[in-house]
């Protein structure tokens, strides 16, 4: 049986990650049964660990830098941490692998999820399935030209990801309707980012996804956010976990 959980608040876990006391104490309240819990130390990247013996199975002084884990071990739980880029866990029920990946707009764009997806095939997932978490939505999501302008210089067919936000109206424009020369329009341009791993996902046959589309942003009471912090002149906040094993 595989079992999975997006934890918020709810489960505050040190930054560091050596503490797990919170986090065990809440594993063990939703009936996980496991052994060892591996987390990452996360980079932003397009790397990932695959755990298919258990001599591979590391401490928590130890972790791995990279921001995808894979793994046919039972009674493992793996997860990642996340204050408002995209938590997806993975699953082939049949085959009983297991998959989890950190995909900020960088680790999304330079391929994690399809490594992430490639390291379970390598290990024999014929059928994955995934879930996406909470994370920060479009209409939270404002961003630069800069950043536009790399996305649709990578493929321009990206641009279906980004949108202009009217403050006023809290209603979503499409690019095409917004023109920039109008000093009137109260209009910033937005980043899909979780439409974007959705269409990663799908784009590589993944068929079944399940999408909490939950805005780490405004949801405050359940759910930390890097962003909001700062918008609150915070310096740093707290993280979400999400975990996946096979029990």
Not at 13 to 39: A, G, V
Not at 135 to 148: H, K, L, T
């Amino acid at each position: 049986m595989i079992k999975t959980h997006f934890y918020g608040k709810d489960c505050i876990i040190e930054r560091s990650l050596n503490d797990r006391s919170n986090l065990e104490l809440n594993l063990k309240q939703h009936n996980f049964n496991y052994q060892n819990i591996l987390l990452l130390n996360q980079v932003h990247g397009n790397q990932v660990v695959i755990i298919d013996d258990h001599s591979k199975i590391y401490g928590n002084q130890n972790l791995p830098k990279v921001d995808g884990i894979v793994t046919n071990i039972s009674k493992i739980v793996i997860g990642i941490i996340t204050a408002d880029c995209s938590p997806i866990l993975f699953y082939d029920q049949g085959q009983k692998i297991i998959g989890a990946c950190h995909a900020g707009w960088r680790g999304a764009k330079s391929g994690i999820i399809q490594a992430t997806i490639q390291a379970m095939t390598k290990l024999g997932a014929k059928n994955i399935s995934a879930k996406i978490g909470p994370m920060i939505q479009a209409e939270s999501y404002q961003i630069s030209q800069d950043f536009y302008d790399d996305f649709i210089k990578q493929d321009p067919a990206n641009q279906q990801f980004f949108s202009y936000f009217d403050i006023d109206s809290k209603q979503l424009t499409n690019l095409d309707n917004y023109q920039p020369q109008d000093n009137n329009y109260s209009a910033k341009m937005h980043f899909d980012l979780c439409q974007y791993v959705q269409k990663i996902l799908e784009d590589c046959h993944v068929k079944n996804i399940e999408n909490t589309k939950i805005d780490t942003y405004t949801n405050q009471a359940n759910y930390f956010s890097y962003r909001r912090a700062q918008h609150q002149g915070i310096s740093d906040c707290g993280r979400n976990v999400s975990v996946i094993a096979m029990q």
